[in-house]
């Protein structure tokens, strides 16, 4: 059994160990080099969920693009962080964001959070060949309002590949930074004053773009924030009432740059 | 006895003639276009009126909730299939109305040996300015009029549409304020359910004012504002008419 399916009780390990795997596991030697987008984290700040995300998307050691939105808005009240391959991942977003509008307008009522939560999860296994064979590998992070309780509180959520779905108490992070910003996170939430969930949401950008730094130094594959070359992030703030991006001017203004 | 053609004529009528009377007690929808958006207003006794379809689309209907709804959900079938497999922006009013809900509409009415559909509709499309908003008044038969901006009414009888119609082109066409919009269509909705003139023995301004206070006693008006500036790509959004200060 390879190294990659050591997982006590994997049918697919088993199934591959046999020979019938249901899905080619080695990656072809003439397939496209992947694009890969990283890192995106979420924390809950004083305000609501801050989800961040650095905005290079690379293949290989090539730095494809620095302009990419990998914090997506799925619908007013959900937000998606992707890691992972760009391709499959947006394709995920239009299929929440149709499939969430849709519900909601020929229901009239909002899709609840468990049912968003678990849509995503279904998209993930959906995506299980891909993933085995290594090409289409997405790792995202949801953010939600739950309005099963009063007042309404914006939730985390972090998945796996396969879409197990996990909620997060303080913090998630995901992409190839996501180990030094998970490590500044979780010194921060113990020892920190403030701790990043007590920061407004003006102490609370300025972490995270700190954060974004932080990881950038490094993982190259994260394209960090330079307010020199007007590189910055995308920052969304999800509260009870809603979605509010924070604008590159915002960041400036909160980085106390000019 | 349908295979003789005037019979199937004689038959058409009818049903024409069934419909109209089932739609008689039917309250009336309007839509009005606005510089910042497009307003659709109605008066619901325990059914809902105005509707949101999709990013810039809506709609209002009066008839039997059943049919009203079955038209919506195809409506918003149709909308999303096209914003899915195409994109968001290739969702056109024009096409929904004229190649899917007319032809299906007009199909129907022609079944003799079906229930006709039971409704009067009226469908919005936001334009990126005020000079580009569409506006379709469609019928229970398939048949339908677009306009470009203005004010458009959906009656249950064609008299009283065209009255009231005439009325609010030909003295209200100019106004730019939603509430104030919204308190000249309630003022027209009184006028035709209570069925009076829309001639010089029309009841005076503040008669209009205070009837349509005392007539939605008891029910729910409806407001639907597509407004034409705003963050998200859906731009419908429910008002009651506390909130537009009415």
Redesign the interface.
């Known amino acids: 059994m390879s190294q990659s399916h050591a997982i006590a009780g994997d049918f697919l390990a088993l199934l591959q160990t046999h020979g019938v795997s249901p899905s080619r596991i080695e990656t072809s030697a003439a397939a496209p080099i992947q694009i890969q987008a990283t890192t995106v984290f979420a924390f809950h700040c004083a305000d609501g969920v801050l989800m961040a995300g650095d905005r290079r998307a690379t293949a290989g050691n090539v730095i494809v693009t620095d302009k990419v939105d990998k914090i997506i808005e799925i619908d007013s009240t959900s937000l998606l962080a992707i890691a992972g391959v760009p391709a499959t991942a947006f394709e995920m977003a239009r299929t929440l964001q149709t499939s969430f509008e849709y519900y909601r307008r020929s229901q009239l009522q909002p899709l609840s959070l468990p049912a968003r939560v678990r849509a995503l999860a279904r998209l993930l296994r959906e995506n299980l060949p891909m993933t085995l064979q290594g090409v289409g590998v997405v790792v995202p992070l949801f953010a939600g309002v739950d309005h099963t309780v009063s007042p309404a509180q914006p939730r985390i959520y972090f998945y796996d590949p396969l879409g197990a779905q996990f909620q997060a108490v303080g913090y998630a992070a995901s992409g190839s930074g996501s180990g030094t910003i998970r490590s500044v996170l979780s010194f921060e939430e113990n020892y920190g004053k403030p701790k990043p969930s007590e920061m407004k949401i003006k102490d609370a950008v300025r972490f995270a773009l700190r954060c974004l730094m932080t990881a950038s130094e490094f993982d190259s594959a994260t394209g960090g924030v330079n307010p020199a070359s007007d590189t910055f992030a995308t920052l969304k703030l999800l509260t009870d009432k809603g979605i509010e991006t924070i604008s590159e001017a915002k960041q400036k203004e909160f980085l106390g740059v000019s | 006895m349908t295979e003789e053609p005037y019979r199937w004529l004689e038959a058409v009528s009818n049903r024409r003639d069934y419909v109209r009377e089932q739609l008689k007690s039917a309250a009336p929808a309007f839509a009005a276009s606005l510089p910042d958006g497009i307003l659709l207003l109605g008066v619901g006794s325990g059914q809902?009126k105005v509707?949101?379809?999709?990013d810039r689309h809506a709609l209002a209907g009066l008839g039997h909730p059943a049919d009203i709804e079955k038209i919506r959900?195809a409506a918003?079938?149709a909308a999303?299939m096209e914003?899915?497999t195409r994109a968001p922006e290739d969702v056109s009013l024009r096409r929904l109305v004229s190649f899917g809900l007319s032809p299906q509409l007009k199909t129907n009415f022609e079944q003799i040996y079906s229930a006709p559909f039971l409704v009067e509709l009226l469908l919005a499309e936001l334009g990126n300015e005020p000079g580009k908003d569409l506006l379709f008044r469609l019928h229970f038969d398939g048949s339908f009029q677009m306009q470009t901006g203005g004010i458009v009414t959906a009656a249950s009888t064609t008299d009283g549409e065209a009255a009231a119609q005439k009325w609010l082109n030909e003295n209200f066409k100019n106004i730019t304020d939603r509430k104030q919009m919204a308190e000249v269509l309630l003022q027209a909705w009184w006028l035709l359910v209570e069925n009076k003139p829309f001639d010089d023995k029309m009841p005076g301004e503040q008669d209009r004012k205070a009837g349509w206070r005392e007539a939605v006693k008891g029910r729910t008006v409806e407001v639907g504002w597509l407004a034409r500036e705003a963050?998200?790509a859906?731009r419908y959004q429910p008002q009651s008419a506390a909130e537009l200060g009415l």
Not at chain 2, 51 to 54: A, R, S, T, V
């Open positions: 809902s509707f949101e379809l999709f959900q918003i079938d999303h914003a899915f963050a998200r859906a």
